[in-house]
């Protein structure tokens, strides 16, 4: 039997979004959480940082907003999503990371998902309070050559977008009753383990 529907994507496919607030955990447990559970890791942010590495215009754009705190413009980002769920047909399933990020991202992933006959199983959200978010960012700015990071006041400003701005999607996700919210403090295998609790009842 086929598990291909007409559009060539599998028609058992599991797809997440991980959600939370900047620092909450979301790229390091969605490393571990593609390799366990066979899916496609769809980061606009690493998507966006691989277009200033490479110096596009889109990249260089994108370079000026995300070095302020501040979201990329949705039509770019949802895009780059289409693009990508385009590039990936034979995919099991999709993880969401960082997006979606407004309510009209919310809206333009239903759709783009739908136009494959598929949707968004669960949103699994992180909760972290904002000084552990602070002490994580700042910490890996020592480091790491993300800018966003070097600045309290530019982690400060991201966090409050997420407030302003993102906060919001998981309620649109609320009304069908798709999300499930998760302690996102203790260590990384602790966290893990509670995700994984999470998709393996919905599998
Ligand atoms: P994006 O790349 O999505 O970054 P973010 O949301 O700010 O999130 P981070 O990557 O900083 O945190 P995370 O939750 O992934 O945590 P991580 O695992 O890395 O976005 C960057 C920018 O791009 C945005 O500001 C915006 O400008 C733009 N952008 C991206 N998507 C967009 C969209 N959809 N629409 C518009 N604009 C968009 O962990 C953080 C640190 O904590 C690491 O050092 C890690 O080692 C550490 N850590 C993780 N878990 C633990 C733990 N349990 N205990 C202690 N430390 C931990």
């Not at 997440?16 to 979301?26: A, E």
């Not at 904002?130 to 910490?139: A, G, I, N, T």
Request: hydrophobic share 40%.
């Amino acid at each position: 039997m086929s598990l291909h529907n007409y559009n060539g994507y599998q028609s058992n496919m599991f797809n997440l979004i991980l959600f939370g607030p900047p620092g909450s955990g979301k790229g390091t447990q969605s490393e571990k959480l593609i390799v366990k559970y066979g899916l496609k890791h769809l980061s606009t942010g690493d998507l966006l940082r691989s277009e200033i590495a490479q110096q596009t215009a889109l990249g260089m754009e994108a370079k000026k907003l995300m070095d302020k705190g501040q979201l990329v413009p949705d039509e770019v980002v949802i895009g780059m999503i289409s693009s990508a769920l385009d590039a990936n047909p034979l995919a099991r399933g999709f993880l969401f990371d960082g997006f979606p990020r407004t309510a009209a991202q919310a809206e333009a992933l239903d759709k783009l998902l739908d136009l494959k006959n598929t949707s968004i199983n669960v949103m699994l959200a992180l909760e972290v309070s904002e000084e552990e978010l602070v002490r994580r960012l700042l910490k890996r700015g020592e480091t790491s050559d993300r800018s966003d990071d070097t600045n309290e006041n530019v982690i400060r400003e991201r966090i409050a977008v997420y407030h302003s701005k993102t906060a919001a999607v998981a309620d649109y996700y609320k009304t069908f009753d798709k999300v499930m919210m998760l302690k996102g403090e203790g260590t990384v295998d602790e966290i893990f383990a509670r995700l994984c609790n999470e998709i393996n009842t919905r599998l």
